[in-house]
């Protein structure tokens, strides 16, 4: 086949296409986290590959339908398609609005039972017959974008192929851009009105793929186009009319404020008279006044409260709370709250005595709720005198302080919030780890008190008691029970670690305040002779036996590890096909990933590989096809272990997870587009010299990363965020440009006569959305440093497919 030249209006055409790509993708993970329980904003992963994977095997199939002259026309057409689906998507949530019922039947499967929509009771754990293929159809919808911006992407990669390295490094630059523009789209727009503004960048590229004589007609067809989706997105934002009423699975037509950032959407909404009830940590003896409040929600589930503020009337509420022991033990001091939400802990605290408050918030929006948006009814809580507010995250923020507190408490800081990054930055996990522990321990006065509060029927403070051992004898505590008190009512249970040992004054002070209250004891330093599974793990001294023993994994979590909530030992994972009638609603996050994880290897079985088996048989048994489609399963894999273990090391380091996820995103998909450049200059018959010792650079340089980053790191934490962010781009550099060499080389290499590079494209996308699932469940089972390990090995696998004497009747 003869050599056709790239154009530059075409290389633009494929940045654009990606960014609108990579936007969509991302923004559905957040509108998914609204609508749905947020483990479901995985499912964004399987519509991606659905949608690409389909896509290829059209062009692998069929490639009479897509001639090669016609390509600029055809990729118009399917930027266009991929702008009239998003409308498409847009015109759902229209119909949601006008028609909530409709969105209860669809949505309702996917809640918890005890927060379904407009009724109680709905505790169908099937999906109902005659819903499937109302089911079918929004995920087919759903998928459609994607099935046109991959179409694009594969017809671009198949006639340019001769130019894959400098074509294939505008696809990377575009997404990564829209790794960044995500963030602002979110900002300034929100989730849904995001849909047609997204749609925009699909009807640019269709312009940009139009041949240069093109049709006015056509022209005239995309500028009107452009003027709708401009309209909606206009329309939306002064009337709400696609907006979003749902809020804990619930329709909510009351709702009173909502608002969305780049990692969240928050609503707030009146009470209901259940939730005014619904007091967790309430002394049951309490017979005063219940203030006044307003519910607010980040995304489905996390749920805090905001409280009406009428002075000295209701403080003696937040005194009879369990959360408020810490200070009522010390009697005052300062205090340091993580994640305060509607103000809750901080009232806690004050009403307590506490001399002077820090409210540590990740999510500005919430502190934008309580300060600005209902300043009246709150009365300016953050704005006090007492109180100092600080937006930031906990652990990185911590450790870039040189002062102590009193108290260091994080009361049920919401353990589920949506991931920022699809599924696996998970950001409160880091505020439960060793490593944490360590920062508040040295952040904590001689007498200080660490209070973190969970829900007791959950096992999460099982873990906190085991965690608190584990930290306390590294720290060579001799008896470290002597530091540790929980102590329980309505639910939650307060778990207090001591840089002291408790003394027999402040047990006989807990003792008293929890008689006066009718709190509950669970455990204290003088009583270890209890049956339950707390006192049991005291007197094992939380030893490996114990663990071994119980049921389900409590070991002390770590930054490498950091998956609190996730309880199941590894050997456990694959046998959860056995579980989910016996497993509590929270294990469920689980079961959907394992589920996931299922359906994305069923769906690149039936979509690329079985039909490639049935119709395309000859070419299979051509010399070095198997390992031809082997590498390039190895690249989509392996890309996705290191992307997301990388992202990890650096979360702490940046601060907001959202930062990660731009920065670490842009980073390696920028620099892996400036490689994927340079490898287009590579000399004709270099590919295969080349190769062999990149990969293997390519492998060590991992390997060090995933050993050299955290101390180097942690040693330049202090430095202005501005030259964290900067720092961790040029770190990541070196890396990023080695990424971007093996595809480009490769698909030069094994298919110089440019056929089956569908084939190559569609294998390499699945096992990289593949590969993104695969990472979480190994980091969750094993730590990232062994999923860095894994990416590694899996480059190592395609160095061997390349080093293989056959490889040279690859083509």
């Given amino acids: 086949m003869m050599s056709i030249d790239l154009d530059r209006r075409t290389c633009w055409g494929m940045f654009t296409i990606s960014l609108a790509g990579l936007m969509y993708e991302l923004i559905l993970t957040r509108i998914f986290s609204v609508l ?66 409709f969105a209860f039947k669809v949505l309702s499967f996917f809640h918890q039972p005890f927060y379904q929509p407009f009724q109680q009771g709905f505790y169908n754990k099937g999906v109902p017959f005659g819903l ?37 490094s505008w696809d990377l630059f575009g997404a990564g851009a829209g790794c960044l523009l995500i963030i602002g789209v979110l900002l300034l727009v929100g989730g849904i009105s995001g849909l047609p503004l997204i749609a925009l960048f699909g ?36 009337t709400d009319f696609a907006g979003v009423r749902f809020v804990r699975g619930r329709y909510e037509p009351n709702l009173l404020w909502s608002a969305w950032n780049s990692f969240s959407r928050v609503a707030v909404y009146p009470s209901r008279g259940e939730e005014l009830q619904q007091a967790w940590g309430l002394s049951r003896t309490y017979r005063g006044p219940i203030p006044e409040q307003l519910g607010m929600v980040v995304d ?5 409260t905001m409280y009406r503020w009428r002075g000295e009337e209701t403080l003696d509420y937040f005194r009879s709370n369990v959360i408020a022991l810490p200070y009522q033990l010390r009697g005052g001091g300062t205090g340091l709250v993580i994640g305060p939400g509607g103000g809750k802990d901080v009232l806690a605290a004050l009403a ?55 108290v260091i408490q994080a009361s049920a800081v919401f353990g589920r919030m949506a991931p920022s990054a699809g599924a696996f930055t998970l ?40 965690l608190g051992l584990a930290f306390l004898q590294q720290q060579g505590v001799a008896d470290p029970a002597a530091h540790i008190a929980v102590i329980k009512e309505r639910g939650l249970a307060n778990f207090m670690l001591k840089k002291k040992p408790f003394s027999a004054a402040e047990i006989a002070r807990l003792r008293a305040i929890s008689a006066r209250l009718a709190f509950q004891e669970v455990l204290l330093p003088d009583r270890r002779e209890g049956d339950d599974p707390f006192h049991r793990l005291v007197r094992s001294g939380g030893d490996a036996a114990f663990h071994d023993e119980f049921p389900f994994d409590i070991s002390p979590t770590t930054d490498d590890r950091p998956f609190f909530y996730y309880m199941y030992k590894p050997a ?47 070419a299979l048994r051509l010399p070095g096809s198997g390992r031809r489609l082997f590498y390039f399963a190895c690249l989509g894999l392996g890309f996705m272990l290191l992307e997301i273990g990388l992202m990890r090391r650096f979360i702490l380091f940046l601060g907001q997870p959202i930062y990660a996820l731009a920065v670490i995103l842009f980073a390696l998909l920028v620099f892996s587009g400036l490689g994927a450049l340079l490898a287009g200059r590579v000399p004709r018959g270099g590919e295969r010299r080349l190769l062999l010792p990149l990969l293997l650079v390519l492998v060590l340089l991992s390997q060090g990363y995933g050993y050299g980053l955290p101390p180097l790191l942690d040693a330049l934490l202090t430095l202005p965020l501005a030259a964290r962010c900067l720092l961790a781009g040029l770190l990541l550099a070196p890396l990023g440009v080695l990424l971007g060499f093996p595809l480009p ?59 293989s004497r056959r490889s040279a009747a690859f083509g």
């Fill in 36 to 101: 749905m329980w947020y483990h479901f904003a995985s499912m964004a992963i399987s519509l991606a590959l659905f949608g690409f994977s389909v896509a290829a095997l059209l062009v692998q199939l069929r490639p009479g339908w897509f001639p090669v002259e016609r390509t600029g026309r055809d990729c118009s057409l399917c930027s266009f398609g991929f702008a009239l689906a998003l409308g498409t998507m847009f015109g759902l949530f229209v119909l949601f609005r006008l028609q909530p019922q």
């Fill in 132 to 168: 499937l293929p109302v089911l079918a159809l929004l995920y087919l919808v759903t998928a459609l974008p994607f099935f046109f911006s991959g179409l694009a992407v594969t017809l671009l990669l198949r006639r340019y192929l001769r130019q894959i390295g400098r074509l294939y």
């Fill in 203 to 238: 009807l640019l590229a269709a312009f940009l793929f139009l041949p240069r004589p093109g049709s006015r007609g056509v022209r005239l067809l995309l500028a009107g186009a452009a003027l709708v989706l401009v309209g909606l997105t206009v329309g939306n934002l002064a």
């Fill in 300 to 304: 489905d589930t996390g749920y805090t």
């Fill in 352 to 406: 307590s005595g506490a001399d002077r408050v820090t409210a540590l918030e990740l999510n500005p929006l919430i502190a934008r709720a309580v300060d600005d948006q209902f300043v009246a009814f709150t009365g300016g809580l953050y704005r006090r005198p007492d109180v100092e507010l600080v937006v930031d995250e906990g652990r990185s923020w911590i450790r870039r302080q040189q002062r102590t507190w009193d």
């Fill in 427 to 466: 950001s409160e996990n880091n505020l439960y780890t060793l490593e944490s522990f360590a920062d508040y321990w040295n952040h904590l006065s001689d007498n200080g008190v660490l209070s973190i509060s969970r829900f007791i029927f959950e096992r999460e403070t099982l873990r906190l008691v085991s």
């Fill in 572 to 618: 456990d994972f694959l046998t959860l096909f056995t579980f989910p009638d016996k497993s509590r609603f929270e294990d469920r996050a689980v079961l959907i990933l394992r589920n996931l994880l299922v359906v994305v290897a069923v769906l690149t079985l039936v979509c690329i590989i079985l039909p490639l088996l049935i119709w395309q048989r000859k």
């Fill in 745 to 803: 080389l490769g698909m030069r290499l094994l298919h110089p006569d440019n056929r089956d590079v569908a084939w190559s494209w569609g294998v390499n996308g699945a096992t990289g959305v593949l590969g993104s699932l695969l990472a979480v469940v190994v980091a969750m089972n094993w730590g990232y440093t062994l999923t860095l390990l894994a990416g590694g090995l899996v480059y190592l696998l395609a160095l061997l497919a390349i080093l």
